[in-house]
């Protein structure tokens, strides 16, 4: 209610602005989600180079036997 009159809305524009909120949730999340993700990967990609998908392990387990 406070955030409302801070913006000048009247009291009945609470039930509009919930509507609108609930349907914009969604795709605000999977923009979230997806943003988060594709940074992550590209973090990785800097840091550990052009290869860093392939699995490190498997190749160290290969050198040891």
Request: hydrophobic share 45%; proline share 5%.
């Amino acid at each position: 209610m406070l955030v409302v009159s801070i913006f000048g809305f009247p009291v009945e524009a609470i039930p509009l602005l919930t509507v609108i909120t609930t349907i914009t949730d969604i795709p605000n999340t999977i923009l979230n989600t997806t943003g988060n993700t594709v940074s992550s990967m590209l973090v990785s990609r800097l840091v550990e180079g052009k290869d860093w998908l392939i699995d490190k392990t498997a190749i160290t387990t290969k050198k040891i036997s």
